[in-house]
């Protein structure tokens, strides 16, 4: 059986509920920052020590939120969680899920550890600043591509969705007011009310 690598409520999320969308088969492996054991067995699939991390039956790993969560859509072509490749819809898709992880996702890296950003401490508020902008910045432009929805690529759910989900899930953490963004906030309300997002938060125990 498959098994994904996660930390709850981290990027890792997103596959969790393509997953479980997707209706395949996996078991759910928690990364536990408590437990060093944990990172050092991941170490031994991942060289980044990162989640997501997909582990096959045949010892195959897969790493990277677009590349497993276009793995997962292309699994099951008739759940329709990607459109058809070589349309102008799929290269959409492909362009949400650049987007969201070359340009919102790098953004949180000095809110959360600011400490791998800049050497000296006194700089950490300015780095959280700077980058603080680019998220809001981000969210902006993600604000004005959601057309009326309810989803990324308007109608259709799609793996892109949950991955939009998580990184507004950590809005908060830098301080920007979600209430900023009605239309991602809309989005965010009907991905928390799927069934795949509600079994894939009981398994990580959050909300
Ligand atoms: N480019 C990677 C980034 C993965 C990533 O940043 N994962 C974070 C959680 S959201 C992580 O594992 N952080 C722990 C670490 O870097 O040690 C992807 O898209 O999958």
């Known amino acids: 059986m498959l098994t ?35 990172r050092e067995n991941l170490l031994k699939l991942n060289p980044m020590g990162q989640v997501p991390t997909l582990l ?25 969680l990607l459109p058809p490749p070589g349309t102008i819809e799929h290269a959409r898709a492909q362009e949400w899920l650049s987007f ?13 550890s600011p400490a791998k950003y800049v050497s000296s401490e006194a ?4 780095v959280k600043q700077v980058t603080k902008a680019k ?4 969210f902006e432009i993600v604000e004005s591509r959601l057309g009326d929805g309810p989803w990324a690529l308007g109608e259709t759910f799609s793996v892109v969705d949950p ?3 998580v990184f507004f899930s950590w809005i908060g953490v830098p301080g920007i007011d979600a209430a900023k963004y009605p239309k991602i906030q809309r989005h965010a309300e009907a991905l928390r009310a799927r069934e795949s997002a509600k079994r894939a938060f009981a398994t990580e125990k959050i909300r």
């Open 135 to 138: 998220l809001e910045r981000g």
């Open 56 to 80: 096959f039956d045949d010892g195959t790993v897969l790493t990277q939120n677009s590349a497993i969560l276009s793995w997962i859509a292309e699994q099951v072509p008739g759940k329709k």
């Open 123 to 126: 700089n950490f508020d300015d």
């Open 163 to 165: 991955y939009l989900y």
């Open 100 to 112: 969201l992880g070359t340009t919102i996702h790098p953004a949180y890296g000095p809110i959360f």
């Open 4 to 38: 994904l690598f996660g930390m709850p409520g981290a990027c890792s999320l997103a596959p969790h509920i393509a997953l479980e969308e997707a209706g395949i088969p996996f078991q759910y492996s928690m990364i536990r920052k408590s437990h060093p054991e944990d």
